[in-house]
């Protein structure tokens, strides 16, 4: 299961840190990150982190502008978000690959193991 919170209302520029509370399977072990989907708009991923060996990546879009991290004894990944820009306006979803790590995080569609629910990221211009 897992409980993703940290959403809200910021103006553009400004930072926001999401949470994603993993519990019920084994962590380390899986690859946990990020998706959003904006209205109209299809679901992208946005970041990964795997838990074995704690590799990061990102969507070009918000590559060095978004950081992803993890506290293995909190079971918890965050996603640090700086200087926000409208249109990261989005819900968010944490997620879990249980068997591909990473390597699927990109691919349009893609369907993971386990979701949580989505949290809500507005940004103001």
């Known amino acids: 299961q897992l409980q993703a919170s940290g959403g809200g209302l910021v103006q553009a520029g400004g930072s926001l840190r999401l949470s994603c509370a993993a519990s019920g399977f084994r962590f380390p072990g899986y690859a946990i990150g990020w998706f959003r989907q904006a209205p109209g708009k299809e679901q992208e991923g946005v970041s990964c982190?795997?838990?074995?060996?704690?590799?990061?990546n990102y969507a070009d879009s918000v590559e060095g502008r978004f950081t992803i991290s993890s506290d293995s004894a909190k079971n918890t990944v965050y996603l640090q978000m700086d200087s926000l820009k409208p249109e990261d306006t989005a819900v968010y979803y944490c997620?879990?690959?249980?068997?591909?790590?990473?390597?699927?995080?990109?691919?349009?569609?893609?369907?993971?193991?386990?979701w949580g629910h989505g949290t809500q990221v507005t940004v103001s211009s």
């Open positions: 982190i795997s838990s074995d060996d704690g590799s990061t």
């Open positions: 997620a879990a690959d249980l068997y591909y790590g990473c390597t699927r995080w990109y691919v349009p569609g893609v369907i993971m193991d386990s």
